[in-house]
Each structure stands twice: as structure tokens, then as C-alpha cells.
């Protein structure tokens, strides 16, 4: 009697369990028919004009993520980041301006990394605004951007 009562426990246990595990493969399977597509947007040691960005700064570390829209026709003051930022343009244009002179010329899903350091400034010469999303690698209690001294 209690050999016969394990062994329906068991069988019991075992039908319990079986459901469970083919959804798990059944899942597994629709993963593998459909797997998630990585795209490495950029990957560099130097800002979009060519110069190495600086080290880290030290201190706590702190990321910062904007979204920006720059109405058509609008021009951004100058300024600077003394941290190292990247962005990518979701849509509408862009064209960015160090006070040295190099331009750099963006469109809708171009990804670029920021000049540090350096007075640049951004102008949306399109007829739609210019989104874009920044990615800011600071440390805490230090500035983002830098308004341009007058």
C-alpha cells in the first residue's frame, strides 16, 4: 500500500512537472527563432574631430542621459563639456561647430562623439527639430556643459 502510494505520488509529480518544462523549451525555441539583433552604433577613443578623449575624471561616478530637440532654424549658444558625452541624432539634422572652424554635418540616426574641452556650438539648419539623445559620462557635482565665458 504505501509502495503503491509513492508510486502515484511520484507519476502525479512527474505529469506536474512536465507541462512546465515544454513551455520552457517551447520558449527557448522561439528565442532561438527570433534572436534579438545587436548593432554597435560606434566604438572610439577619439572625439568626432579626430582628438583622444581624456581620461575619466575622478570622483563618484555619474551618467547623465538627455533628450534635446532643437527647433528648425535655431542656433545653440557656445559652450563646452568637460566630460566625455556621446549622441546620436534620432531625427532631423544637425550641424556642429567648433570655434576653430571644424564642422560636422549630421542626419537623422547618425550617432558622433562630443569634442571635450573645446567651445563648439550646434545649429539646426533643417525645417523639423533635431532630436537627439546624450549619453554623459561624468562624476558627481561637476558640470555637464559649459556656457561659453563672455
Request: net charge positive; hydrophobic share 40%.
Amino acid at each position: 500500500m504505501i509502495k503503491q502510494t509513492i508510486r502515484i505520488l511520484a507519476l502525479f509529480s512527474v505529469m506536474l512537472l512536465l507541462p512546465t518544462s515544454c513551455a520552457i523549451v517551447r520558449t527557448s525555441l522561439e528565442v532561438d527563432r527570433n534572436p534579438p539583433v545587436v548593432r554597435q552604433l560606434i566604438k572610439t577613443t577619439q572625439s568626432w574631430d579626430g582628438k583622444c578623449l581624456p581620461a575619466y575624471p575622478q570622483g563618484k561616478p555619474e551618467i547623465t542621459i538627455l533628450r534635446i530637440s532643437i527647433p528648425a532654424g535655431a542656433q545653440l549658444k557656445t559652450h563646452s563639456h568637460p566630460v566625455i558625452n556621446a549622441v546620436v541624432l534620432i531625427s532631423g539634422q544637425l550641424t556642429v561647430v567648433t570655434t576653430d572652424g571644424k564642422t560636422l554635418h549630421l542626419k537623422a540616426g547618425d550617432p558622433f562623439v562630443e569634442v571635450v574641452n573645446r567651445l563648439h556650438y550646434g545649429i539646426n539648419q533643417g525645417k523639423v527639430p533635431a532630436e537627439l539623445v546624450v549619453f554623459y559620462a561624468g562624476v558627481t557635482n561637476t558640470p555637464i556643459t559649459v556656457a561659453e565665458p563672455q
